[in-house]
């Protein structure tokens, strides 16, 4: 049995695990390898689109052995090793549609996910914007519920220059929709959409009961909005110094370090002593 045997650790990736230009040190490579070569388990959590996250996972050659992955902010829940859903929360073609009608009348990008592709109602500055850091390709589909079969894990609304008018967006979407929709920022500009079940601190309740796992033996790093219930939730919360000041205060610790100075390094430190 290794000294993390039992264990898990909930990392955010970007600002969290890796630097603003999307790598990480040898150091933190090291880290993780030893984490789970110890018996933890290590799961990437990110409202990024699987995809993303498996290349991002394959470019930094990060384990795929124990570990899992909580994506579109909790809305699937991915085991690597099985290579497969273990959790789905599908918003219907029905709300994607009225969510599409409603940033349409608010001038809001919104956009959407299909397997490997970004959905988009058009080429705009804001899909650009994105596709910076994630590159996946898009296809232009004017009704995005009609590029979704079964549903969609999450939307995406984008705003560049006026986040009061983003800000009003999500302010339409919870209060309608019978409630069943929530909203929440995973930075200023981006507004993520999806089942109101859906969080990464109900992703975190979900893989510790799938694996048999004491929630106190668990950490989760973050530094935005959407990371709050993941930290909430987890034995130890733990705030990235350089993220915002509302997940500072609903943390247990805050790191030394930021996240270009291997202020992860921090967690394994905590892991070992729980």
Known sequence: MGRFSGKILFTDMDETLLTTDKKISRAVYDAVWDF???GGSFV???????????ETRD???????????????????YDCDAHRPILEHLLSPGQVRGLQDLAKEMSIHVHTYR??????????????????????????????????AGGAYKLLGIELKDHDRLDRFRERIEAGFD??????YSNPNYLEI?????????????????????IKHTLAAGDQYNDISMLEEAGIGFAMCNGIDALKDA???????DNNHDGILEAFTLLSQI
């Open 59 to 77: 470019r930094l050659e990060l384990p795929v052995k124990g570990t899992y992955i909580i994506s579109y902010n909790g809305a699937l829940v």
């Open 194 to 214: 999806c089942l109101s079940k859906v969080s990464k601190g109900n992703a975190v309740r979900f893989l510790c009961d799938y694996l048999h796992c004491d």
């Open 251 to 257: 943390a247990d610790y805050v790191t030394v370090n």
């Open 44 to 54: 990437l959590s990110s409202g990024r689109p699987l995809n993303s996250i498996i």
């Open 115 to 148: 397997d490997e592709v970004i959905l988009t109602p058009e080429e705009d500055e804001e899909l650009h914007y994105y596709r910076r850091i994630i590159k996946l390709p898009f296809e232009v589909t004017p009704d995005l519920s009609e590029g979704i």
């Open 179 to 184: 409630h069943e929709i929530a909203a929440f």
């Open 36 to 38: 789970i070569g110890e």
